[in-house]
């Protein structure tokens, strides 16, 4: 079993910061990619940020020189880091890591508000 944790969520002010952190744990062989994604009320999940196998990284234009990915394999953990955040960034935010098996799991999401 994999299981994922997100945390760091919480409610923030327009142009400020936020880090999420994702952990994993279980049987964890070999990953393939560890990605970010959100979900707005009403909307369509869609993927924020990812990190492949080799430590390639990419962002949703949406997010591009706000928010950096990062990756620590000691702690198996995936931070996002959100600077100059915008209340359109108000979403859940889910860790979504794949194994080169192809197996996919989910965290349980974290609630991100960025309001004044």
């Known amino acids: 079993q994999v299981q994922l944790v997100e945390s760091g969520g919480g409610l923030v002010q327009p142009g400020g910061s936020l880090r999420l952190s994702c952990a994993a744990s279980?049987?964890?062989?070999?990953?393939?990619?560890t990605a970010w994604y959100r979900q707005a009320p009403g909307k369509q999940r869609e993927l924020v940020a990812i990190?492949?196998?080799?430590?390639?990284?990419d962002y949703a234009d949406f997010v591009k020189g706000r928010f950096i990915l990062s990756r620590d394999n000691a702690k198996n953990t995936v931070d996002l880091q959100m600077n100059s955040m915008l209340p359109e960034d108000t979403a859940v935010y889910y860790c979504?890591?794949?194994?080169?098996?192809?197996?996919?799991?989910w965290g349980q999401g974290t609630q991100v508000t960025v309001s004044s």
């Open positions: 979504r890591l794949q194994l080169a098996s192809g197996g996919i799991y």
């Open positions: 990190i492949g196998y080799y430590d390639n990284i």
């Open positions: 279980g049987s964890i062989s070999s990953r393939r990619s």
